[in-house]
């Protein structure tokens, strides 16, 4: 039993030795995993860097090519608004322009009509019946040219206006002021607010005082 017991005794030391002192080859493969593992997550960080920057990149290249295609959507927008409002306005005045000069010739005829309403006096029944047959046809006339827009201008009594009247009379009188209009001689018309045909007037004008230029002659005799 004497001879078994240092074996006992070497055989502990030696577990015990095997335990607490580990091969050199199992520090290495451990210290290499964790390398490893580093070198992993340090291309993966690099990476995520990498893809992070390209994907920065490409979203600011796209909100530009976003904001240059709606500033070209814009400009075409705007060029084609601006398109549509001169096709429609040189419309427009295409239209005003035949209505006008269409207008302009039928003028003259509805003179005619109200200087032989104003001229002619019926004196017996057939007069008078082809007096009311003609204004029938004067009045037709009139209504058809109120429905284009047409208004006759109401000149007298007002101050005389250059943009809407044209004088081809003066007369002097003292019962109204100086530029007033006496009367209308061609009647003036608008087509809607504007002026068709200027009226042909008649105009106040302040009486000359003879008296001093009678006393200016009597000097000089």
Known sequence: MTGDYPTGINSQESD???SDHQPPD??????STVGEENGVAAVEEVVDRDLITQLTQQNQSLKAQLEERSSQYMRIAADFENYRRRVSKEKEDTETQVKRNTIMELL??????ERARAHLKPQDDGEMTIHKSYQGVYKQ???SLKKMGVSPMRPEGQEFDP????????EQ????PEGTVLEELVRGYFLGDRVLRHAMVKVAAAIEDTSTEEKGQSDQD
């Open 16 to 18: 015990s030795t095997v």
């Open 26 to 31: 199992a520090n290495l493969s451990e210290q």
């Open 108 to 113: 003259p005829v509805v003179d005619n009509f």
């Open 141 to 143: 006339l009139v209504d």
């Open 163 to 170: 943009n809407l009247h044209e004088a081809v009379m003066r």
């Open 173 to 176: 009188t003292s019962e109204h």
